[in-house]
């Protein structure tokens, strides 16, 4: 039988190497995006904190009034 020889063994510490180096390759990358994700997360936070704690009524819609016209209050001194 010509087709069924048997495999070329030399290959297999190449092909163990190459899945190695990819593993630790692959580790050392989810580290790095598992640390800008973090870091994003971080922004995303403060960003958030800052909008809720000035009370951001500049960007909530005006209110209509019975006639159903809409009045802006934004602008009104008092």
Do not use: C
């Amino acid at each position: 039988m010509k087709g069924a020889e048997v495999p070329n063994r030399a290959k297999t510490p190449a092909v163990s190497n190459w899945f190695g180096n990819k593993r630790i390759r692959y580790k050392k990358n989810i580290g790095k995006f598992q640390e800008e994700a973090n870091i994003y997360a971080a922004k995303t936070a403060v960003t958030a904190t800052n909008v809720s704690a000035h009370g951001s009524q500049a960007n909530s819609p005006s209110t209509p009034n019975s006639a159903g016209i809409m009045v802006d209050f934004r602008n009104v001194s008092l």
